[in-house]
């Protein structure tokens, strides 16, 4: 069993930054890779970023390609959202999530079995 927790989430402002952290939990660790999604007011739940945990290998939606930056510590068993140049509609619940093995939908939340409970992001202009 895996547990995920969110952190790092805040209110900041327009071209500002926030980093986000995610740390899984459990006696031994196994997962094959790990996303972020973001969820805003009204909307539906969408991909964010994915990194997988053997060789750092990333997949980014084309909304935060360039801007955001997702990483691994894997001796810490924690992924990293680095969100730069934040702009009002990144505004949104994000939370983490878990694969277990090599799913085909990986930018959809089919492809995840484990997920964080959220954290808020606000961004003002």
């Known amino acids: 069993q895996v547990q995920l927790v969110e952190s790092g989430g805040g209110l900041v402002q327009a071209g500002g930054s926030l980093r986000l952290s995610c740390a899984a939990s459990g006696r031994t660790f196994s997962s094959y890779a790990m996303a972020w999604f973001r969820q805003a007011a009204g909307k539906e739940r969408e991909f964010v970023a994915r990194?997988?945990?053997?060789?750092?290998?990333?997949r980014y939606a084309e909304s935060v390609r360039g801007r955001f930056t997702i990483s691994r510590d894997n001796a810490e068993n924690t992924v990293y959202l680095q969100m730069n140049s934040l702009k009002p509609e990144d505004t949104a619940a994000y939370t983490c999530?878990?694969?277990?093995?090599?799913?085909?939908?990986?930018?959809?939340?089919?492809?995840?079995?484990?997920w964080g409970q959220g954290t808020q992001v606000t961004v003002s202009s």
């Open positions: 999530a878990a694969a277990t093995m090599n799913k085909s939908p990986t930018t959809t939340v089919r492809g995840y079995d484990y």
């Open positions: 990194i997988r945990w053997s060789d750092g290998y990333t």
